[in-house]
């Protein structure tokens, strides 16, 4: 009895550590949360953006609607539907509105960051983990992934997680956390396969790589690492039975794998994402920072060098970071900075502890890279971006808005000829942009070939609601390298819309309405039926 009473106390103490952490956690996700919401109060309104728009919202709607979990309104990509879910499940509370979808998507990327902060706590310290989560929070594509309904931001902080559990060596919460994140976005999967890879290499080379090998006698191993895969693969059967295809449409599977294998593409595509890790929007300054930072010894305090994050956790993050970088390189159609995600951070992460270690004032060179992070929000680089990676989309959103209320105040039920994602702008009512839909005409682009297909097809439409489909820099780094532009076009969709005078001149209509912001445009052409029939 004695024996049985002394151990008594220690359950009861553990209970009451994890209530306290609990506490503390939820504590620090409401302040994160507040946060993201007062930073992006002025967006929260937005109706639906490009594959918001064109996937996520009506897949989410769909379920929302009929409790379907693979969408009817819009050909399935197979993504796993977890957010779809989670976004059903607030509107069934909340009310259908781009209000509500944001908010809750900020409580995701809340989330994130706070499963980001717990990974950096756990293999560095407080200050570089407060340093590193603040700067991810502010990196311009972190920034604006966080409110929008789209995947992969969710899948990043469930990663972190795993990671966290990995570090840990915690078995179940590493199979849930990872099992989660692919059910998120079946990229997911990337990391935890790595990491087992990781693993078994380590057993083969044991002797050789001391420095750089996991502590011994650990229970999460690749068996472990791999349970993810059987949600996933659940998941797929599923679709498949459903639909005939594992991986989406056919469409969906030739764009972003079919036509991605290719000799020349593949290394290209790897410049590309060890440019969206290492130097995009200001990720640049931060690396230079880090190398430079190497060349100087560690700083010490009471005759200790500050500690580094642990060399096998080092290798960990490597072998995903490796994983992410290979994997991307050959599928992805689009090259999205978004799909790096759950490695950027991680980066950032080595590089900031990298600092912390070794430069006396690096907190202040982390303020500076948080700066450039800041202007990269507002202001356009001097090189071509996805318009979801800064705050530019919201020019486009709301020059969108602008020229569809015109539409629809001034040519109501005209016969419109436009191209994604306009074209469903103007046919789904509930992404915000139309009271009533319009007839439309689907053009690709407004490409030459495109517009004379246009024109060819003049009686089919009574006005041409045109924009910019893509930034072009005022002076791009490489105007003038005929090659890389026609890499470009041939491996990543890069094309060159005419402009608006040149698109009314090939259509023989006239300029109505035109917007200008940030380097975009946007223009309502009309032709003479148009004028001929406009309400006033």
Known sequence: MSRVAAIRPEPKAGFHAAMSRASQHLLLF??????????????????????????????????????????????????????MAWLALVWRVAGFSPLVTRTAM?????????????LAC?????????????????????????????????????????????????????????????????????APTALAIWELLVRIVRPRWQTILPPANRKTGAAVLLLPVVPLACWYGYHYWKTGYVLGNP???????????SLLRIP??????????????????????????????????????????????????????????GFMSIVGGAGLARYMLPVAPLVMLVWISTLWRRVRYWSAVVAAVMIVFVTGLFTNPPYGFSLEDNLVYRDFVVMHVEASRFLAMRYPGARVITAWPASDELTQPYLGYVAQPFPVVRLE??????????????????????????????????????????????FFGYHR???????????????????????????????ERAENARVD
């Open 445 to 490: 682009d407004f490409t030459p070939a495109e517009i004379a297909r246009a024109a060819a097809a003049y009686r089919q439409f009574d006005v041409a609601f045109v924009f910019s489909t893509k930034f072009q820099p005022a002076h791009p780094m490489v105007e003038n390298w005929e090659a890389w532009q026609k890499v470009k076009a041939r």
């Open 30 to 83: 409401a302040l994160i949360f507040a946060g993201l919401m007062l930073l992006h109060a002025p967006l929260l309104r937005l109706p639906y953006f490009w594959d918001e728009a064109g996937y996520y919202v009506p897949a989410a709607r769909d379920l929302y609607l009929t409790g379907a979990l693979i969408p009817t309104s819009t050909p399935s990509n197979a993504h796993p539907p977890l957010v």
């Open 122 to 190: 756990a293999v560095a310290n407080l200050r570089v983990a407060w340093a590193t989560t603040i700067a991810t929070a502010l990196y311009p594509v972190f920034f604006t992934q966080s409110s929008f309904a789209q995947v992969d931001l969710p899948a990043a902080g469930l990663t972190f997680l795993g990671l966290l559990a990995y570090i840990e060596d915690s078995p179940l919460r590493l199979a849930v956390w990872f099992s989660l994140a692919a059910l998120t976005k079946e990229t997911a999967i990337l």
């Open 497 to 527: 819309d005419l402009s608006p005078e040149e698109i009314a001149s090939r259509l023989g209509g006239k300029i109505l309405f035109r917007k200008e912001r940030q380097g975009l445009w946007i223009a309502v052409i009309g032709t």
């Open 251 to 261: 469409e969906y599977f030739r764009y972003n794998v079919r036509a991605t294998f």
């Open 268 to 325: 290209i595509a790897l410049g590309l994402r060890l440019w969206q890790v290492f130097a995009y929007f200001g990720l640049y300054l931060l690396t230079m920072a880090g190398l430079l930072a190497m060349r100087r010894p560690p700083i010490t305090e009471n005759g200790l060098a500050r500690a580094r994050i642990a060399p096998w956790i080092q290798a960990a993050f490597l072998s995903v970071l490796l994983a992410y970088l």
């Open 106 to 118: 900020l409580a995701l990327a809340a989330f994130s960051l706070l499963s980001f902060f717990r």
